[in-house]
């Protein structure tokens, strides 16, 4: 540090600015914003995230090694996008993991937390019954982040942060089905009530067939899409 208190060491200044760009990028991608396939160039990355270039390339080295993104010769780094049997995979790593998480939350959770859990689905319910579909999937979000935070086990929410769900859905989501899921809501209400009731079978069975279901429709649409014969415009 200097004489007046702040940190000048350019290396540590560094890691702080990659660090930075990493978890914005890396947060970019989650959200979904960005189309499968889509080409990243680092111009347009370090003019929006304020870094260097051999910042950025450090940063899309990582994100290629943890299968956010891919990097081709000639065709530079892309987005992500999965094969439906890519896909498959990581939404059955997911019910695992899920249930898992869930039956801990029903051990573990805290009153608080509980309580937090049942606001949210109160608020997931108002959602549902006024047809605001984009206030019920934010509210599918965050039930889904405080069971994972009630679970207070950090080895499997490492695991479930690493997943690339977020991706597979971007890409497969099917935009003409109705929002949310007929039977989601009630699947929800099954988790929280067992949660509730401290039964930890219960939970993760709960947990086990919401996502599962979640899957299924998910993996039928798409394997729907990869059979349908081609069209062309006229």
Known sequence: MDSNGFDD?????????????YEGLRSLLLSGSVEPGTRLTEADLTRMFSVSRSTMRSVLVRLTQEGYVTSEVNRGVRTRSFSVEEAADILEARETLESALAGKAAERGTDEEIHGLRRTLEAMEDCQARGD??????????????????????????????????????????????????????????????????????????????????????????????????????
Do not use: I
Request: glycine share 4%; no cysteine; aromatic share 6%.
């Open 9 to 21: 060491d350019p290396s540590r200044m560094s890691l702080s600015r990659q660090s930075q760009a």
């Open 133 to 234: 579909a984009t206030g019920y999937s934010r509210g599918n979000r965050r039930f889904h982040q405080q069971v994972k935070e009630a679970a207070h086990q950090q080895t499997l929410a490492r695991a479930y942060d690493t997943l690339l769900y977020p991706l597979v859905m971007r890409q497969y989501r099917n935009p003409s089905a109705p929002h949310p899921r007929t039977g989601s809501l009630e699947e929800h209400q099954a988790v929280l009530w067992a949660v509730v009731t401290r039964n930890p079978q219960a939970a993760a069975a709960a947990m086990l067939h919401h996502v599962g279901s979640a899957r299924r429709a998910l993996l039928l649409h798409a394997q729907q899409e990869r059979s349908a014969p081609l069209t062309t415009d006229t």
